[in-house]
């Protein structure tokens, strides 16, 4: 808020009256520290991008190399045409040269030139079909057994990874604690009871056996003392000669 009379009295006195209003340049959202910086890559120079222009063609050139080392020879029944057609092409070209020299002297000249210039068309077609016709099949060739290697890389690593995943699952389900369920132990509690109840009447079944066999031995001691003792009454006693 601007002020118009220094000199007024509401200026000059201590108390002051009323608020002064913020600015709407206050209300204003405040940008971090360097958010408005922008780094911008250096230029390079001529001779930096000529140096880079010409490692990015020898890359290239190591590359296309490499490819006709591998796949010079497309198995295509349309690339053997092509190179019969370039064969027949060069082969017709020296017949027709040829056939020029030859004809010099026994023929009259146009004929020798008709035939040249024929040897001309044939050379000018065989590299036409080698430039054009045979590269364009041999690098449609190349793309597709290079796309084929990439896919069969790919699948490698796939199944890599899923060994790799399988052989991780089952160390980590072999280093995990085995939890027995609550039925497992259940059922074998209950055969451990009843292994051990078992085991008991066992041991009551010979305890009482072996009772009742000491019952026997001691109900038969006194019939055969009685019966020893009735013996003993029934002998008759010695009688002694010299008596």
């Given at each position: 808020m601007s002020q118009r009379n220094p000199m007024n009295e509401r200026y000059n006195s201590e108390n002051k009256h009323g608020v002064t209003r913020k600015s709407a340049a206050s209300a204003k959202p405040k940008s971090k520290a360097a958010a408005t910086v922008t780094v911008g890559t250096a230029k390079k120079t001529p001779a930096e991008r000529k140096a880079a222009q010409k490692a990015a063609r020898k890359k290239e050139q190591e590359r296309q190399r490499e490819l006709d080392r591998k796949?010079?020879?497309p198995d295509t029944a349309r690339y053997k045409k092509l190179r019969i057609t370039w064969m027949l092409s060069l082969g017709g070209a020296i017949v027709c040269v040829c056939a020029s020299w030859a004809l010099r002297g026994v023929q009259p000249d146009w004929l020798a030139i008709v035939a040249l210039f024929l040897a001309y068309a044939l050379i000018i077609f065989a590299f036409y079909v080698d430039f054009s016709k045979i590269r364009k099949e041999r690098k449609a060739y190349q793309a597709r057994m290079v796309a084929l290697e990439e896919e069969d890389a790919r699948a490698a690593r796939k199944a890599g990874n899923k060994a790799a995943a399988a052989k991780k699952e089952a160390e980590e389900e072999k280093a995990k604690p085995v939890v027995q369920s609550r039925r497992g132990?259940?059922?074998?509690?209950?055969?451990?009871?009843?292994?051990?109840a078992a085991k008991l009447a066992e041991e009551a079944r010979k305890k009482?056996?072996?009772d009742e066999a000491n019952a026997e031995a001691d109900a038969s001691k006194p019939e055969a003392t009685g019966k020893a003792g009735e013996k003993a009454k029934t002998k008759p006693a010695k009688v002694d000669d010299n008596g």
């Amino acid at each position: 808020m601007s002020q118009r009379n220094p000199m007024n009295e509401r200026y000059n006195s201590e108390n002051k009256h009323g608020v002064t209003r913020k600015s709407a340049a206050s209300a204003k959202p405040k940008s971090k520290a360097a958010a408005t910086v922008t780094v911008g890559t250096a230029k390079k120079t001529p001779a930096e991008r000529k140096a880079a222009q010409k490692a990015a063609r020898k890359k290239e050139q190591e590359r296309q190399r490499e490819l006709d080392r591998k796949y010079y020879k497309p198995d295509t029944a349309r690339y053997k045409k092509l190179r019969i057609t370039w064969m027949l092409s060069l082969g017709g070209a020296i017949v027709c040269v040829c056939a020029s020299w030859a004809l010099r002297g026994v023929q009259p000249d146009w004929l020798a030139i008709v035939a040249l210039f024929l040897a001309y068309a044939l050379i000018i077609f065989a590299f036409y079909v080698d430039f054009s016709k045979i590269r364009k099949e041999r690098k449609a060739y190349q793309a597709r057994m290079v796309a084929l290697e990439e896919e069969d890389a790919r699948a490698a690593r796939k199944a890599g990874n899923k060994a790799a995943a399988a052989k991780k699952e089952a160390e980590e389900e072999k280093a995990k604690p085995v939890v027995q369920s609550r039925r497992g132990l259940g059922a074998r509690r209950k055969k451990a009871q009843q292994a051990e109840a078992a085991k008991l009447a066992e041991e009551a079944r010979k305890k009482s056996q072996a009772d009742e066999a000491n019952a026997e031995a001691d109900a038969s001691k006194p019939e055969a003392t009685g019966k020893a003792g009735e013996k003993a009454k029934t002998k008759p006693a010695k009688v002694d000669d010299n008596g």
